[in-house]
């Protein structure tokens, strides 16, 4: 070896394992590592940890939400109904505390990884070969590192339409939507998806004009026809306009003081600020993933078998970078499960019952299958529905544009899904998720007594409906 070779080799960090990207998935990943006595790295690029999800997608967006709740909760308040937010509001007042609880999770997740001996490693990675990485800091500084394991966990990126032309001061993606100085007085959100319906429903509660359009008939497709027109019925009765079926030709500001939605058949729709919420593809066009022999699929996602493993041995992919169900929660545990994969650590299998949420306004959540999915492997299978205007707590809370399903096999026993809409949705899926993880029938929930009054005795409510029609 000439010493030139020599110096080089001197020059690269080893480790067990490395991870890229301190996410959900990134992190746990690289704690359960540590946790199994592994030497590790964790790859960040950004100052704080955590990524995406929390500096710029769900932790500021359900700050907003809670706001925007308040501020419906005192418009439709008796004492005084008049009440409206000050022109020109800035949108940092409406995220209150944001700064606290952002410095407080960094603050934590920093602990947890020196408390686990995790080795923080802040740059910009970029891929060598399949175990070999290269580091470059702040300071163009570059430094390399190798393992045989390696868990790319970088997340996701919005995905841009050519024909929207985002410049993150009129035009939004939903990853810079909250740097706007002011709320607006109108917002056009393009698409239907979970962003999308989350922002719609969260500006116009809070008395934004909003204008929601997307190609398809309803929004949220993959859930039931009850439960989005429940949501469409709340975002209309907030004021917000709905267009579905209706494709956007492009969309840009006119330089003077509106931005222009043209759709296809010659409608133009004039806000002040616009939302393109048109999915999300994988954080790799930085991290060189040639050099390592892996490139994106056909969706712009990496794509990796049961166990997470990518199509090179030694290199597993975790969260938002693979595709859905593109949850905080899953990504949690298919990054610790990518590393006990890598390390070949025995685990169990990770449950399908995954539940979804939907933080919009209403709330929207399900687990299972749906009504409709559940009708094409179970024909004669049995639906029963709690309404929330018909129960108590609904009565009393004013929670009345609520609903839950239970979907059950034609025998009216076992459980195939559960979906609610309205808010506490997120809450209350994790009972059906308990039940149906424990293979219990639906009578469980007629057997055991609930809290009155109670939104969780729309469960009773629902099970009795099905036992009605198993009984006939």
């Not at 005192?74 to 004492?79: C, K």
């Not at 409206?84 to 960094?106: G, K, N």
Request: hydrophobic content about 40%; overall charge negative; glycine content about 8%.
């Amino acid at each position: 070896m000439n010493k030139s070779t020599a110096t080089e080799q001197s020059c690269i960090n080893h480790y067990d394992m490395i991870v890229i990207g301190s996410g959900p998935a990134g992190q746990k990943a690289a704690i359960q590592a540590a946790k199994m006595g592994r030497n590790v790295g964790l790859i960040e690029r950004s100052r704080e940890l955590g990524g995406s999800c929390v500096h710029r997608g769900t932790i500021p967006s359900k700050t907003l939400r809670e706001n925007a709740l308040r501020v419906r909760a005192m418009r439709q308040s008796a004492e005084i109904a008049n009440f409206e937010l000050p022109e020109d509001i800035e949108l940092a007042t409406l995220i209150s505390r944001l700064a606290d609880v952002l410095d407080a999770h960094d603050e934590y997740m920093r602990r947890q990884v020196a408390r686990n001996n995790v080795d923080l490693i802040h740059g910009r990675a970029k891929f060598e070969s399949a175990t070999q990485i290269s580091v470059t800091d702040v300071r163009g500084q570059v430094q390399l590192y190798e393992s045989e394991h390696i868990v790319i966990a970088t997340g996701s990126e919005p995905r841009t339409p050519d024909h929207v032309a985002i410049d993150h001061e009129h035009l939004f993606d939903s990853d810079s939507i909250l740097s706007m100085l002011y709320l607006p007085h109108s917002l056009a959100v393009l698409g239907g998806g979970v962003i999308a319906s989350e922002y719609a429903s969260i500006f116009q509660a809070l008395g934004v004009k909003v204008t929601m359009i997307d190609r398809y008939p309803r929004p949220l497709g993959f859930l039931d026809d009850d439960l989005t027109d429940t949501f469409i019925a709340g975002f209309e009765d907030m004021g917000g306009t709905w267009l579905g079926n209706r494709q956007v030709i492009k969309a840009y500001w006119d330089g003077a003081n509106s931005v222009i939605t043209e759709l296809e058949d010659g409608t133009q729709i004039k806000s002040e600020k616009l939302l393109c919420a048109a999915g999300r593809i994988s954080n790799v066009k930085d991290l060189f993933i040639h050099n390592a022999g892996l490139e994106v699929n056909e969706r712009g996602l990496i794509s990796v078998d049961t166990d997470l493993k990518t199509a090179v041995p030694t290199i597993y992919a975790a969260g938002d970078i693979i595709g859905p169900p593109s949850l905080a929660s899953a990504s949690m545990e298919q990054g610790r499960r990518a590393s006990c994969n890598a390390l070949n650590i025995p685990l169990g299998n990770m449950s399908t019952i995954i539940p979804t949420g939907i933080y919009s306004i209403p709330e929207l959540s399900s687990i299972g299958l749906s009504e409709a999915q559940a009708k094409v492997k179970h024909p004669n299978c049995l639906v029963g529905k709690a309404r929330f205007d018909e129960i108590a707590r609904g009565q009393i809370s004013g929670i009345q544009n609520g609903l839950l399903k239970i979907v059950c096999d034609q025998k009216g026993k076992k459980i195939l899904g559960v979906m609610i809409v309205g808010e506490g949705a997120t809450e209350l899926i994790h009972i059906g998720q308990m039940a149906m993880i424990n293979h219990s029938d639906i009578d469980i929930f007629v057997d055991n007594i609930f809290n009155f009054p109670t939104l969780a005795e729309a469960y009773r409510v629902a099970a009795l409906s099905i036992i009605g029609q198993r009984l006939c």
